[in-house]
């Protein structure tokens, strides 16, 4: 088992571009889940999906946050416009929602520096 | 609001020193506290659920426990390779968010 993979690992860019973050969850689990983490504020739950359908956003800072799962295999976050205050690591995780074990694994981030 | 308190911020031992982490919250009806381990640039990595007050669950040198206010993640004579960050998480209801504390970070020296 791969486990959660994100790519890419490190992301370096300007402000004002466009960043898009890619996760794909263990095969055989039906959520995944978005979060980022800083010194701040540590670990916030950004979004997270259910059977590919979102389920939760109210952790989605603002409107310039998107995400998507198209399929069971793959989802994005995208950054549109970026900003330096979203300079983070970004975290995907999965697990299997409404069953007995219902843990998250989690990926092995993405960090993000907006200059 | 739902709240989860980790201490000490961080904890420094000698090998062999044991010592326990604690972990309070509070949460409108608790489905399950989480620890998980972090190391530096990688993403957390489970360790223990614990769903009801009285569970303990243990993995080699770690045992952790709950009660109705608390968790404590127990260190039995640890090594330096168990130096990390502890972070701890509760899930309200079926909610499936988990709330993270901000962690303890234990250093462990041989």
């Known amino acids: 088992d791969a486990g959660v993979i994100q790519s890419p690992r490190h992301e370096v860019t300007e402000m004002g571009q466009e960043v898009t973050l890619r996760c794909k969850p263990i095969?055989?689990?039906?959520?995944l889940f978005w979060y980022r983490q800083t010194m701040m504020r540590g670990l916030e739950l950004l979004i997270y999906f259910n059977n590919n359908v979102p389920i939760d956003d109210s952790g989605m800072p603002e409107d310039r946050f998107s995400a998507k799962m198209p399929n069971a295999s793959f989802s994005t976050l995208k950054i549109q416009p970026s900003e330096p205050r979203d300079s983070a690591v970004y975290f995907c995780?999965?697990?299997?929602?409404?069953?007995?074990?219902?843990?998250?694994?989690f990926g092995p981030g993405t960090r993000l520096l907006v200059l | 609001e739902d709240q989860v308190t980790q201490s000490p911020e961080a904890l420094r031992l000698q090998e062999g020193e044991s010592s326990s982490l604690n972990c309070s919250y509070t949460?409108?009806?608790?489905?399950?506290l989480f620890w998980y381990r972090q190391d530096p640039g990688k993403g957390p990595e489970f360790l223990f659920t614990l769903y009801s007050a009285g569970e303990e669950k243990e993995k080699e040198r770690l045992k952790a426990t709950l009660t109705k206010k608390e968790s404590f993640l127990h260190i039995t004579a640890p090594k330096p390779e168990d130096s990390a960050t502890y972070l701890c998480a509760v899930e309200r209801g079926a909610t499936n968010k988990l709330i993270f504390g901000t962690g303890t970070l234990l250093a462990v020296q041989p």
């Open positions: 949460v409108s009806g608790l489905r399950g």
């Open positions: 095969s055989g689990h039906n959520s």
């Open positions: 995780a999965s697990g299997r929602v409404g069953t007995e074990e219902e843990t998250q694994y």
